[in-house]
């Protein structure tokens, strides 16, 4: 597989092949055209292509891909046959929320621990885990060999965080804190969700769309 440097577009764009192929090897679907592929997911078959030919193709002329076998390598490719250890910083409605979804643990982001300042909250247990004080937080991700830490605290908060995390060997951040996080001269890896601007996204449209009638 070529190690040539992978375009973020590209990168962000796999994941929604691998939702694709996982549903398509639910429905038992063995093999795949390129062109059948776009047009269930609206973009066309030469951006297929050309998005798989950056890691060599996996495709074959009159074949088209094996979903089974582009399925496991695009998993490969995102790095989703290792097991992440997760804590998440901010037990909050959020927090919460992301704690009690297990879905992503079956993709192998398994969350270990749950981390508050707010009394009240230290002790509780969401399922399963007790939310610990953030006194215990370094030494935990220390002694467990967290690998990402999700951010779900107040945007005054987060970087103060993100350093703490930084400075006890965290790899990446899942920050859903509303600030772009500068983490520099580290090895971090930030990866910011902000619905919001998915919301002013779908605003934009609702109304381009009704100007245009
Ligand atoms: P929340 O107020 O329910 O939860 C925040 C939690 O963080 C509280 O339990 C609080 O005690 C805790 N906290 C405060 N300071 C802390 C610290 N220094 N260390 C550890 N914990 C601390 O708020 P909610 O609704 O869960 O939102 C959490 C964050 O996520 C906010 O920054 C909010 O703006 C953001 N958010 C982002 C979204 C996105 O799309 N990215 C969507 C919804 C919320």
């Not at 590209?10 to 047009?39: A, T």
């Not at 079956?106 to 885990?129: A, E, M, Q, T, Y």
Request: hydrophobic share 40%.
């Amino acid at each position: 597989m070529s190690t040539k440097k992978i375009s973020t577009a590209v990168i962000k764009r796999l994941p929604r092949y691998y939702r694709y192929l996982g549903e398509l090897l639910e429905n038992e679907v063995v093999r795949i055209s390129s062109k059948e592929l776009s047009q269930r997911m609206g973009v066309t078959a030469s951006q297929i292509r050309q998005d798989l030919n950056n890691f060599g193709g996996f495709g074959q002329q009159g074949y088209g891909y094996n979903v089974e076998y582009l399925y496991s390598e695009i998993a490969k490719i995102l790095g989703l046959e290792n097991h992440y250890s997760v804590i998440i910083i901010g037990a909050g409605n959020l927090g919460q929320a992301l704690a009690n979804y297990t879905d992503f643990e079956k993709r192998g982001f398994v969350v270990k621990g749950l981390f508050d300042v707010n009394p009240r909250l230290v002790g509780i247990s969401v399922r399963g885990i007790e939310v610990q004080d953030m006194d215990s937080m370094k030494q935990f991700v220390e002694d467990n060999n967290i690998d990402i830490a999700v951010l779900t605290v107040p945007k005054t908060k987060a970087p103060a965080i993100a350093n703490d995390l930084s400075e006890c060997g965290i790899k990446g951040i899942w920050n859903f804190a509303p600030i772009d996080l500068a983490l520099r001269d580290t090895h971090v890896i930030v990866e910011n969700v902000h619905l919001s601007e998915s919301l002013m996204t779908l605003s934009y449209r609702i109304k381009d769309e009704s100007e245009s009638l």
